[in-house]
């Protein structure tokens, strides 16, 4: 399995980013997509993930009302759009999937529920 993050960079704040996440390497119906991210000197937290199958997404509270994750189902690509971009979201954003799925009545939100990670691509905030 291979999940490939790009689209990170250096924004101002109030900017919006566009994240993607090219996923290969089997069939992702089933799973969850998540995108996280980790701040220098900060456990890694979860930005958001859809059910892949649905398109069905959750986001953290954090980021809710400013991030948006879809998903090209014939192109196994998932995005994620964060707008009104702060500081303090300067992270690298990694994408991993779960194969944990629990038909949108939760989601699996533990780093330990994700099986397979991308590399990250670092996302840099300027006041």
């Known amino acids: 399995v291979q999940l490939q993050a790009s689209g990170g960079g250096i924004v101002q704040a109030g900017d919006s980013l566009r994240l993607s996440c090219a996923a290969s390497?089997?069939?992702?119906?089933?799973?969850?997509m998540g995108w996280w991210r980790q701040s220098p000197g900060k456990e890694r937290e979860l930005v958001g993930c859809?059910?892949?199958?649905?398109?069905?997404?959750y986001y953290e509270a954090a980021v809710e009302g400013r991030a948006t994750i879809t998903r090209y189902y014939n192109k196994n690509t998932i995005l994620l759009v964060m707008n009104n971009l702060k500081p303090e979201d300067t992270a690298v954003y990694y994408c991993?999937?779960?194969?944990?799925?629990?038909?949108?009545?939760?989601?699996?939100?533990?780093?330990?529920?994700?099986?397979?990670w991308g590399q990250g691509t670092l996302v840099t905030v300027s006041s």
């Open positions: 859809m059910v892949w199958s649905s398109g069905k997404a």
């Open positions: 390497g089997r069939s992702f119906v089933g799973y969850t």
């Open positions: 991993a999937s779960s194969p944990l799925f629990y038909g949108g009545t939760r989601y699996p939100t533990k780093r330990s529920e994700y099986t397979d």
